[in-house]
């Protein structure tokens, strides 16, 4: 079981990825799965005429939760969650969670100060401090496909 809940890791800004790539999938489902507290994502892709889905273990009731994982996405985000998870298997579950729709699937990856020495980063917030390309054979036991894009790596079955 995963020790650190980084919880608190959610700001109450639009991730940056999501910005950036909002705008060139009005009409879809998305499914964020750890999209954190905030509505700020949620709000910005409604704007833009996304069905967009938030799913955060920590952060949303079992209701918001229930009816996010029982969307029919096109394509999930992952953003900044897989750098949050200080278990292996906490890890490799929200991979396989990721991977279990068969869409596409964004990850983002904050590499905190790319030691690769996981540390608390704050007061309830804890970080594994990997280059995002580590990552990459993690995702491959879950994704045929795996293409890095700086500290983006989509994923494909």
């Not at 700001?11 to 999209?35: C, E, F, H, R, V």
């Not at 990552?135 to 079955?157: A, D, G, M, S, W």
Request: net charge positive; hydrophobic share 35%.
């Amino acid at each position: 079981m995963q020790k650190n809940t980084s919880a608190t890791t959610s700001l109450n800004q639009i991730n940056p990825l999501i910005k950036n790539l909002l705008p060139y999938l009005s009409g879809y489902t998305i499914l964020d799965i750890g999209g954190g507290k905030f509505q700020a994502n949620k709000q910005h892709a409604e704007q833009l005429k996304i069905n967009y889905h938030v799913y955060d273990k920590y952060n949303r009731s079992p209701q918001e939760n229930a009816q996010a994982l029982a969307c029919r996405p096109q394509l999930i985000l992952c953003n900044n969650v897989l750098n949050v998870i200080d278990e292996g298997q906490a890890l490799r579950n929200t991979i396989a969670l990721c991977a279990a729709y068969q869409v596409p699937c964004y990850f983002t990856i904050y590499e905190g100060n790319k030691s690769g020495i996981a540390q608390t980063s704050k007061t309830g917030c804890w970080q594994r401090n990997w280059k995002t390309q580590l990552y990459i054979p993690v995702l491959k036991r879950f994704f045929t496909q795996v293409e890095q894009k700086h500290n983006l790596l989509i994923c494909r079955n």
